[in-house]
């Protein structure tokens, strides 16, 4: 005899969106944070170095990330806001986030891309070392530490990216302790001895009315 239950079976196809939901929000937030991160570190590292000829001989310049451009700095702190923004707002309001959070990893990405190749930066200290306005840097090298900052921006993207895809199925800030309006009730008063005229004096200090 076959067993009939009343209590339906668990569909495997409605789970399915609740575990891409969990994925995706892990993976974001991997993605997200770390990217911010490399992208800071970046930022304060060495991206290029060269050379201006004094009198002495020739004095080495360096020039880092925050000096060559402020950009992949200044789109990472944005980023990381848009990535926990994501979870104070619903519908309308996480896609416009999520696509400002795709977009600081997008400018990230050109920003350092940019980077590479400019030598304004290094021009710049040149001039002022040598007193000369007209000096320049010479004997350019360029480090790693651009790539990594397109690293950092391709990971603030791709939390977009998954935020934009999987943001309607992740969860939003409980609006538990959220006031919503409604006065509160006000606690009624304990019921004051006219034996004793301290208690008076105490309760209208209080703001209540003995009398009642």
Not at 24 to 42: D, I, P, Q, R, T
Not at 141 to 154: E, M, N, R, S
Request: net charge positive.
């Amino acid at each position: 005899m076959e067993y009939v239950t009343a209590v339906p079976h668990p569909r495997p196809e409605a789970a399915a969106p609740a575990r891409s939901g969990r994925r995706s929000l892990a993976l974001a937030l991997l993605c997200g944070a770390a990217g911010a991160a490399v992208a800071l570190l970046s930022s304060r590292q060495d991206w290029a170095a060269g050379t201006v000829p004094l009198a002495g001989g020739d004095f080495p310049l360096s020039a880092k990330g925050s000096d060559v451009t402020g950009v992949p700095a200044a789109l990472a702190i944005v980023g990381l806001a848009a990535l926990v923004a994501v979870f104070a707002v619903r519908r309308t309001g996480r896609h416009l986030v999520a696509g400002l959070l795709a977009l600081s990893g997008l400018g990230t990405i050109t920003a350092a891309f940019q980077g590479l190749t400019d030598d304004s930066a290094l021009d710049e200290k040149a001039a002022r070392t040598a007193g000369d306005t007209a000096a320049t840097a010479s004997a350019l090298t360029h480090t790693a530490w651009p790539y990594v900052a397109v690293l950092g921006g391709a990971l603030i993207l791709l939390a977009g990216l998954l935020a934009l895809r999987y943001g309607r199925l992740w969860p939003t800030m409980s609006g538990r302790y959220e006031r919503d309006g409604t006065p509160r009730p006000r606690r009624r008063a304990a019921p004051v001895d006219p034996d004793r005229p301290e208690e008076l004096w105490k309760a209208l200090d209080r703001g209540e009315d003995p009398t009642g």
